[in-house]
């Protein structure tokens, strides 16, 4: 049986040499090749039932390039794409809107340049692209450039470098019979954001990408949004901003224009910055008070606290060059901590060499009788002369309260040095720096977190 229609097939083929006679040959020849081994019976009963849904899928599909071709030149005859669709006036034209968001490709916060790739899915009726699918072959769909119809004149007006619309001959718009159109623009969109960094790198950023429908009031133009917020089906992660939340709305401004305003709100994600700004910080800050640990013969403390005070100027730098150069809304608190951590080092920078002024005293200098007090309160020796140089007193001598106070006198002498008060100020710069620096980590959790 098959065979029979094979030869047939061929036979008509090589009268009419048609493409739908083709396609079906093509399709018998497939199906004889899956059904060699069923049964006979079987094998007939597949072969005719798919012949006659084949021959349906045929007919219902059968348009070719001149029935589209015709189409075109139809529809396209005496078409003004300049003049908006709707045969009344009176009533406004329904503009369907969904925004896709696809990248966000950088954020740079010193010149407020946020950059993304996103498109827009537009959809409208337009009565002068109707036509009758039968009269071309069931072509329901079709697919013209966009400068030889109507499209909405949709404009980004809060660009970064230049206002212009987003038009693109890589993007044609699909016609159904119906007069449907269907827009689907793509294009990469560098906006103005300024950044709030008063909380970097732990900040959250508020974009927004606005587009007027240039040239057409609210009473000509109806936006019908599809969602309140961007549609994030096909958008990739990015590695440095994560996105909290997103809406879409549409109101009139300037001159009553429609316009449509895409927001975004970014967080930052902070395991980079933390690795390799925050804990570095303030571990060189922590730093800062163990110069006072170094023995003064040594030599090296001015070398160190000089060290460390560069490295917060490094570290300054690196922030200032991420950071915009502005005001307002306000300053970054890290920035602040910075310019405090500065202000530590060169206080302690002092403070170092005030305490090897001390140490390199003469001891034929005397000391002053508050930091003789100051220095045995401190190391708790106000009674360590009575202890160990008080004379001895036997049963039958009678040592006066005068004598008493002479011996303290001296042994306090003997017991106080230069080297004792600048040991003494090493403890309390150590004790001030560390203070301070345990005070601005707990200061800047609490203030960014």
């Known amino acids: 049986m098959f065979y029979s229609l094979k030869h047939r097939f061929i036979s008509h083929v090589r009268k009419d040499n048609s493409w739908v006679h ?18 006979p019976f079987y094998t007939s009963t597949i072969v005719c039932f798919l012949c006659i849904s084949g021959w349906c899928r045929v007919l219902l599909h059968a348009y070719t390039l001149v029935d589209e071709q015709n189409l075109q030149t139809t529809l396209l005859s005496g078409y003004n794409a300049n003049l908006q669709p709707g045969f009344n006036r009176s009533v406004p034209l329904n503009i369907s809107v969904t925004f896709y968001l696809f990248y966000i490709k950088e954020f740079l916060e010193y010149n407020g340049k946020f950059s993304v790739n996103g498109a827009f899915l537009l959809r409208w009726n337009d009565e002068r692209l109707q036509w009758n699918s039968n009269a071309f072959n069931n072509l329901e769909k079709t697919v013209i450039p966009q400068r030889k119809i109507w499209i909405p004149n949709i404009v980004n007006i809060n660009s970064f470098e230049g206002i212009s619309a987003f038009e693109t001959e890589l993007m044609p ?77 549409v109101n009139a401004k300037s001159r009553g224009f429609p316009e449509i305003n895409v927001a975004l709100w970014l967080k930052r994600r902070t395991d980079y910055y933390i690795a390799s700004l925050i804990i570095p910080m303030f ?104 202890n160990r140089r008080s004379p001895k007193i036997e049963n039958s001598q009678i040592i006066e309260h005068s004598d008493i106070k002479s011996t303290f006198t001296e042994a306090e002498e003997e017991e106080v040095d230069w080297t004792d008060v600048g040991n003494l100020f090493d403890r309390l710069c150590l004790m001030f720096c560390t203070m301070a620096c345990v005070v601005l980590i707990i200061a800047y959790i609490s203030l960014v977190i």
């Not at 040959?25 to 004889?32: A, D, E, Q």
């Open 22 to 39: 083709l396609i079906l040959g093509s399709f018998c020849y497939k199906v004889r090749r899956m059904t060699y081994y069923m049964p």
């Open 173 to 249: 718009i699909e016609v159904f019979s119906s007069g449907t159109c269907s827009w689907f623009p793509y294009q990469s969109f560098d906006v103005i954001c300024d950044a709030d960094v008063t909380k970097y790198p732990f900040d959250t950023q508020h974009c927004t990408l606005d587009f007027y429908l240039w040239g057409y009031e609210m009473e000509l133009m109806n936006i019908q949004l599809k969602r309140s917020n961007v549609d994030l089906s096909m958008y990739n992660k990015h590695g440095v901003w994560e996105i909290l939340n997103t809406q879409v709305n």
């Open 283 to 386: 571990s060189i800050t922590l730093l800062m008070g163990f110069v006072f640990l170094l023995p003064p013969v040594s030599g090296e403390r001015v070398g160190f606290i000089t060290t460390v005070s560069l490295s917060y100027i490094v570290f300054l730098t690196i922030v200032q060059d991420k950071l915009p150069e502005s005001s307002e809304p306000s300053l970054s608190v890290i920035g602040y901590i910075l310019m405090i951590c500065m202000l530590i080092g060169t206080i302690s920078t002092a403070l170092v060499i005030f305490g090897l002024r001390i140490h390199d005293m003469p001891n034929d200098k005397p000391i002053p009788n508050f930091l003789r007090k100051i220095v045995l309160f401190k190391c708790g020796s106000f009674t360590a002369p009575f």
